[in-house]
């Protein structure tokens, strides 16, 4: 994590966002936007001070920032707000909440203020990263603004590999052999593991499609993560923990274990790496490349997106929106970046001086900026959170060997079948 790094180095970032036009005569009469998010521990103290700096900056609108504890309890909470009438101005969101919620008219199309009087010039909408744009896309129209995005890369012990005579795990290949180098048996009992696995869909995505494998066939109405590709990708981390046992499962984060030299290799999300770092200290070199792949590279895209909802008065949405743009600007969005290890969300941004001369300084950042050409988003449908949870059971299910690959996989894709066939 980034310490203070713009303070310096904004100066060069074009152009905050100056905000105004809501016709708000007096601070006594400020709009206030509430806006629920799911940013704890550091992560949140630097969104509280960006929130703070915001407020700060004018005197017609205060965001009041309110953390609903991690995602499962934030879109339960969202969920029930909205059933209540009672929904918060702004929330972060998964895209396949978005789709659930446009499905009930519940949040106001971005574009909508994009395209209004304190709106986006095209160029400036443009500077979006293409794939977010992408992302945040939903029939045809802009809904959502992409926030704290993140992509998954490897960490690796480099003190260790270059001891081992290694590079960097390119591919699956080379991830096996640097598994195979790197763990440590004493007697009947691993002193260290080459390679730690978490049990659930996002490791089971990373092989999947970085084999070629697509979620679901090009209308959504059919599961393709039980093909050649994912049986293989499956079959793979089964095969490094009960043929090869250079690998190991741990349901929990493995930061922790790497940092006591537990284990060689992992793979986290972008934000991840600021707990490796603190893990590490001083006691070896990390290293940080892209994920091993088969057949192309490709990385999954995480995180949230910015939703404003339908039941805030317009005076109220036109507010949050306001606080979107400032916050989204490239000034913003780049501090947000050093300090979380999140994504940038503009062009700009990555490419402004003052980003510029902290990547130089930040290595393992400059290698996830780099794996934004591989990104690959999930699909964005309400259906898509129970379609998780099931692939996350048949990649558990086959790790603990209750069933093989094949038949995991082919019993999620046909509970996602069926429920694909009542999409409207």
């Given at each position: 994590m980034a310490s203070r790094w713009w303070q310096t180095g904004v100066?060069?970032?074009?152009?905050l966002v100056v905000v105004g036009g809501l016709g708000v005569a007096s601070a006594s009469a400020k709009t206030t936007v509430v806006f629920w998010h799911a940013m704890g521990g550091p992560l949140g103290q630097t969104l509280d001070q960006l929130v703070q700096q915001f407020?700060?900056?004018?005197?017609?609108?205060e965001v009041k920032a309110?953390?609903?504890?991690?995602?499962?309890a934030l879109q339960q909470k969202l969920l029930a707000a909205v059933a209540a009438r009672k929904a918060p101005t702004m929330s972060q969101v998964y895209s396949n909440w978005t789709d659930e919620l446009i499905s009930g008219n519940q949040i106001v199309p971005i574009e909508n203020f994009i395209k209004g009087p304190n709106g986006l010039s095209q160029a400036e909408f443009d500077d979006i990263l293409p794939g977010f744009r992408r992302g945040n896309t939903f029939y045809g129209k802009f809904y959502t603004m992409p926030f704290n995005k993140s992509l998954y890369v490897t960490v690796y012990n480099k003190t260790l590999y270059d001891q081992k005579g290694l590079g960097e795990p390119r591919t699956w290949n080379d991830l096996l052999r640097a598994a195979q180098a790197t763990t440590e048996r004493q007697?009947?009992?691993?002193?260290?593991?080459?390679f730690g696995i978490r049990p659930n869909v996002d490791t089971f995505a990373l092989f999947f499609l970085t084999n070629g494998g697509d979620w679901l066939s090009d209308d959504l109405r059919t599961a393709q993560f039980n093909s050649v590709a994912g049986q293989q990708a499956l079959q793979l981390l089964v095969d490094m923990v009960h043929k090869w046992k250079v690998a190991y499962i741990l349901s929990g984060y493995l930061d922790q274990d790497f940092g006591a030299g537990k284990v060689a290799t992992y793979t986290t999300s972008s934000p991840g790496l600021t707990y490796a770092e603190q893990a590490v200290g001083n006691k070896f070199t990390m290293a940080v490349c892209g994920l091993p792949y088969n057949k192309t590279q490709a990385t999954p895209v995480a995180g949230t997106d910015l939703a404003?909802?339908?039941?805030?008065?317009?005076?109220e949405q036109e507010a949050a929106w306001a606080f979107i743009?400032?916050?989204?600007?490239?000034?913003?969005?780049?501090?947000?970046?050093?300090?979380?290890?999140y994504l940038p969300v503009r062009t700009s941004a990555i490419e402004s001086p003052?980003?510029?001369?902290?990547?130089?300084?930040?290595?393992?950042d400059r290698v996830v900026v780099a794996q934004l050409k591989y990104a690959v988003s999930d699909p964005p449908i309400?259906?898509?959170?129970?379609?998780?949870?099931?692939?996350?059971d048949a990649t558990d299910e086959a790790l603990q060997q209750k069933k093989t690959p094949k038949q995991a996989l082919d019993e999620a894709a046909a509970k996602s079948n069926e429920l694909l066939a009542k999409r409207k």
């Open positions: 100066a060069a970032l074009a152009g407020n700060q900056s004018q005197n017609e609108i309110m953390n609903q504890g991690n995602y499962g007697g009947d009992t691993v002193a260290r593991y080459g404003i909802m339908a039941q805030a008065d317009p005076r743009k400032w916050l989204t600007a490239a000034p913003q969005t780049a501090r947000w970046s050093a300090e979380t290890s003052a980003y510029q001369e902290f990547l130089k300084t930040h290595p393992n309400a259906e898509w959170n129970k379609i998780r949870g099931w692939v996350s």
